[in-house]
């Protein structure tokens, strides 16, 4: 979304990455402005899903282009309302998804009967929106949030290449050797 919000032109986020940027201007944009269909509400599992809303956020910034007369790439003048309502919508799905998955570990006894915590980090758990959203719903059931500080909250692929490391340093499910190994790219 930041990317089509072409918000490495915006002057307050041109040095910011995506998340935060949309986190930026979402602090002082209107939510109500727009609103997304949540994704996956037909069904009911514990899933996630951004790709449809993703779909319906870049139709709704082309239309937005349009009533402007701007071209893409450039910048709208409600960037600040696009972002905070997918900020939200985005919240909402996350608490939705999550409180089902709690409630699905709670009915079949996956969870201790006390002290039951939610952990949450990667990129998701720097977004103070979110994590407000998320304390929200653990505080309401009776669970424990843990989440990293948002300096240790980066992007998954840093941590899978950090697990790769430890994992080499520990020698656990490291090939030694690639002779004999064959692959095709697709």
């Not at 937005?64 to 071209?71: A, N, P, T, V």
């Not at 309302?81 to 608490?95: C, E, G, K, N, R």
């Not at 009776?142 to 948002?150: E, K, N, R, W």
Request: proline share 4%.
């Amino acid at each position: 979304v930041a990317r089509r919000l072409s918000l490495r032109k915006h002057p307050e986020c041109h040095s910011m990455a995506g998340g935060k940027a949309i986190e930026h201007l979402a602090q002082t944009g209107n939510q109500e402005l727009l609103t997304f269909r949540l994704p996956m509400q037909q069904y009911r599992n514990c899933d996630f899903s951004f790709s449809g809303l993703q779909n319906l956020v870049s139709n709704a910034i082309g239309q937005k282009e349009k009533e402007e007369g701007i071209q893409e790439g450039e910048i709208l003048s409600c960037v600040k309302d696009v972002a905070a309502a997918v900020q939200h919508a985005v919240a909402v799905h996350i608490i939705q998804r999550t409180y089902r998955a709690m409630l699905f570990c709670i009915k079949n006894s996956l969870l201790p009967s006390k002290n039951a915590t939610l952990v949450v980090s990667g990129g998701v758990a720097s977004n103070q929106y979110i994590r407000k959203a998320l304390q929200n719903l653990t505080d309401a059931n009776d669970f424990a949030l843990l989440c990293p500080p948002p300096r240790l909250c980066t992007d998954n692929g840093v941590m899978i290449a950090w697990n790769g490391i430890e994992r080499l340093r520990a020698g656990l499910g490291v090939l030694q050797s690639t002779a004999g190994i064959r692959y095709q790219p697709r």
